[in-house]
């Protein structure tokens, strides 16, 4: 027998389940249902997100509502019409093969007349938000007095969101006979508090530790600086070819603000947020359930309760001002037994909060670090691999072209064709990350910061082995640009004027490059470079792991002209310039500007040598060698991702 009929559930129902899939009960619903079938208790029921209570009271109303008699039997309040049109499709596909079963969702935000008219054509369940049923009660359209059951879905969320007084207004409609149940992740004071005023005696059924996350989800921090955040989190997307996700914010216009950036670099997203009209949010959400927005960017009230299927990732652009929040956010992902990650971008000094979110929820974060841009192009690069390995061969429609494509790479071998598909994305990504600085806000970054200019620090944090008399200098080309050693040698000696002998060890790395030179001609070698491009792309030399970059971004930027440089932009600008030209115009809402530089890019790279993140720089040079400088520059917005 099949383990829900063995609950209670009769098959009609049962049938209709196992056609969403549910093989067996989840732990909350093989608690619940026997409970709840019997009518005869209040309840609560504590579990965190994601765990099925939906069907776990949803099932046993089935059961209990008389679809003979249509007048309200029951009533399920929710927080947000999201959860309350989920909800009532819920039910509605559990009822499939019922007949008489009618489920009616009210909500605002929508046409009331259409709900009057559905409530007057009779209704046994009704699903609804506070306001709106309020609403409607004010009109005296519906009659509450034979409800025998009222469920309170996400409890603590109605409260948070001040609906209090709309429910006790509601609820005084209702027989007092009826019963309670009660649902919510989190059992804060507020929710014992409704629970003791709503019922009596209730059962009560706390599945796995209150308020403990979803062992499905894994949390991660990555600690970065105000002004890298929205490059840091891009770099986070991009490092996740397959992500599906939601980004919560604090605020509508943060939403709309990332969205628009998003879209303006090529990815498909949107905000959901409540000054949408109805029609505006539903038309988000249905473009994000049915995949064609990659990352919806919501505010923690709009995305209440959503549950859509496989999300990978929650990523908190910014922290919830509220814990409990941030168990509702994370538990949009690992659904239905699901794995997902839910990801925290913070500052230095959020780690505190962190660890409270930590105590919390009762797991632990990882800290992570931010990928290297390298790391980066080199995922793309074998998300492409993967998809074109995996990607489905409609034969007979492309047969009568094979000829033709066969006659045109005639002259290519099967290396050269592979290079030249592979470099179709891979030159977009590389072109965006080729001088993608390292993003890691480490601790001992802002102790640099702090400190910076007030001893001379060169000697403390200056790469260690510089000879003596020599002063390392950073350049931003390496050997992705086809340089060796000797070629850096000449071209160093060839624009500065100085000899050979004067320039001391040469480290060649993938984008960038160390080289020393005498002390005494530091300042002729910057100098020297100021007006030089190569390829187009502005010409960077720093002073290797010391303190100049107070004044160095200001500098850096004053040289090279206008539009072209900034897709130069070497250190800082590699993150900078992915949008294209439009992303520049929008203006430096996220950290877009030039500003990001000044904290001394001499740290960061620092760590580019040896630190775990920094250690990425690997050499692609190889791979580029078709790809001249300019070739790929007019890649300009990045590609849509499906
Ligand atoms: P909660 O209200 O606890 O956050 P939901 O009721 O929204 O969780 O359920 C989360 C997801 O799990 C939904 O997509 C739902 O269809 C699915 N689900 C629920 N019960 C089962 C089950 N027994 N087997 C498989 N999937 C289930
Ligand atoms: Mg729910």
Excluded at 218 to 240: G, S, T
Excluded at 335 to 359: D, L, P, Y
Aim: contains cysteine; glycine residues 12%.
């Amino acid at each position: 027998m099949n383990p829900f009929n063995e609950l209670g559930i009769r098959s009609d129902i049962v049938n209709a389940i196992i056609e969403l899939g549910f093989e067996k009960p989840t732990p909350i619903q093989e608690s619940a249902i026997p409970v709840l079938l019997s009518g005869s208790n209040d309840f609560v029921g504590l579990a965190q997100t994601g765990t099925g209570k939906t069907a776990a009271f949803g099932l046993p109303l089935l059961e209990l509502i008389d679809s003979d008699k249509n007048f309200p039997q029951a009533l399920i309040l929710c927080p947000t019409r999201e959860l309350c049109l989920q909800i009532s499709n819920d039910v509605k596909n559990y009822a499939k093969n019922l007949s008489n079963v009618n489920v009616v969702a009210v909500y605002g935000g929508a046409n009331i007349v259409n709900q009057l008219r559905d409530i007057k054509r009779g209704v046994q369940i009704v699903v609804a938000t506070p306001g709106r049923m309020k609403d409607i009660l004010n009109r005296k359209a519906i009659d509450f007095s034979q409800v025998k059951y009222v469920v309170l879905d996400e409890a603590d969320e109605m409260l948070n969101m001040g609906f209090q007084e709309d429910i006790d207004d509601i609820l005084s409609t209702t027989p007092k006979e009826k019963k309670t149940w009660l649902f919510s992740a989190t059992m804060p004071r507020e929710v014992r508090a409704i629970a003791q005023k709503y019922m009596t005696d209730p059962k009560e059924l706390t599945m796995g530790t209150k308020n403990t996350g979803n062992v499905n989800i894994e949390h991660e921090y990555y600690i970065v600086k105000a002004r890298d955040k929205y490059a840091a989190f891009k770099r986070i997307v991009d490092y996740n070819p397959e992500i599906f996700g939601i980004v919560f914010c604090r605020t509508k216009i943060e939403t709309q603000e990332i969205a628009e950036h998003l879209v303006k670099d090529g990815y498909n997203a949107d905000s959901l947020h409540g000054d949408l009209s109805q029609q505006q949010r539903d038309k988000v959400m249905k473009r994000y359930r049915e995949r064609s927005l990659q990352l919806l960017i919501a505010t923690d009230v709009a995305a209440r309760g959503i549950d859509v299927n496989d999300v990978t990732h929650v990523i908190n652009y910014s922290l919830p001002d509220e814990i409990e929040n941030y168990t509702h956010r994370s538990g949009r992902t690992g659904r239905a037994g699901k794995t997902g990650i839910s990801i925290a971008i913070i500052n230095q000094k959020e780690t505190h909060k962190i660890r409270q979110i930590e105590k919390t929820i009762g797991k632990q974060f990882t800290k992570a670090e931010i990928p290297t841009g390298f790391d980066v192009v080199e995922k793309q690069l074998f998300a492409l691999v993967h998809k074109v390995h995996n990607v489905e061969v409609n034969e007979k429609q492309i047969d009568q072209y094979i000829p033709r494509i066969m006659d045109e790479f005639a002259d290519l071998s099967k290396e050269d064709i592979i290079k030249r598909f592979a470099s179709l994305e891979f030159n977009r990504f590389l072109d965006d990350y080729k001088n993608a600085p390292d993003l890691n806000a480490s601790a001992d970054d802002r102790g640099r910061d702090s400190d910076r200019g007030e001893r001379g620090e060169r000697g403390e944090r200056g790469p260690r082995g510089t000879s003596a008399g020599f002063t390392r200098l950073f350049i931003n080309l390496g050997a992705v640009d086809d340089f060796t050693r000797g070629d850096l040698l000449g071209y160093i000696c060839n624009n500065t004027g100085i000899s050979g002998r004067s320039v001391g060890k040469i480290d060649m790395k993938g984008v960038f490059s160390f080289f020393e030179v005498e002390t005494e001609f530091v300042e002729k070698v910057t100098e020297a470079f100021k007006p030089i491009d190569f390829h187009g792309r502005d010409v960077r030399i720093e002073v290797s792991g010391d303190a100049t970059g107070g004044s160095e971004g200001g500098e850096r930027r004053s040289s090279g002209g206008g539009e072209r440089r900034s897709s130069g932009g070497g250190y800082g600008g590699g993150e900078r310039r992915s949008g294209g030209g439009d992303r520049r115009s929008s203006g430096g809402g996220y950290g877009g500007g030039g500003e990001r530089r000044s904290s001394g890019g001499g740290d960061r790279r620092s760590s580019g040598g040896g630190s775990s993140s920094g250690g990425g720089f690997r050499d692609f040079s190889g791979k580029r060698k078709d790809d001249g400088g300019g070739s790929s520059s007019d890649s300009g917005n990045r590609r849509r991702r499906s």
